[in-house]
Nanobody, 128 residues
Framework: QVQLGESGGGLVQAGGSLRISCAAS????????MAWFRQAPGKEREVVAVIRWDAGVTLYADSVKCRLTLSRDNAKNTVFLQMNILKSEDTAVYYC?????????????????????WGQGTQVTVSP
């Protein structure tokens, strides 16, 4: 069983930057795809970014491309989401997740159903 713990959320002004992290503990997660999802009030959970186990492939939602960067440090079992040029629409609870598969096609890896371990979430609030 893998436990995931997010940190680094908070309040930031529009146009600002924030970095959130997710540390995995328990069974090693370095060979699995990791992802960030987010959920705003009244909206469904949506994928933000996905990173393959070897960091060889990274996928981003169109709404965050060129503003957010997902990276991982497998030696530390940690993934990082650097968020720049934040917008009010980025306000949400951000969840870290570990996939139950090593890798698959884009459609598969961007849907919540293949992620079986989830963190508790960290709030990111972007003020106008």
């Amino acid at each position: 069983q893998v436990q995931l713990g997010e940190s680094g959320g908070g309040l930031v002004q529009a146009g600002g930057s924030l970095r959130i992290s997710c540390a995995a503990s328990g069974r090693a997660s370095r060979t699995y795809t990791m992802a960030w999802f987010r959920q705003a009030p009244g909206k469904e959970r949506e994928v933000v970014a996905v990173i393959r186990w070897d960091a060889g492939v990274t996928l981003y939602a169109d709404s965050v491309k060129c503003r957010l960067t997902l990276s991982r440090d497998n030696a530390k079992n940690t993934v990082f989401l650097q968020m720049n040029i934040l917008k009010s629409e980025d306000t949400a609870v951000y969840y870290c997740a570990k996939a139950s598969v090593i890798w698959g096609n884009t459609a598969t890896m961007t849907t919540p159903r293949v992620y079986t371990s989830w963190g508790q979430g960290t709030q990111v609030t972007v003020s106008p």
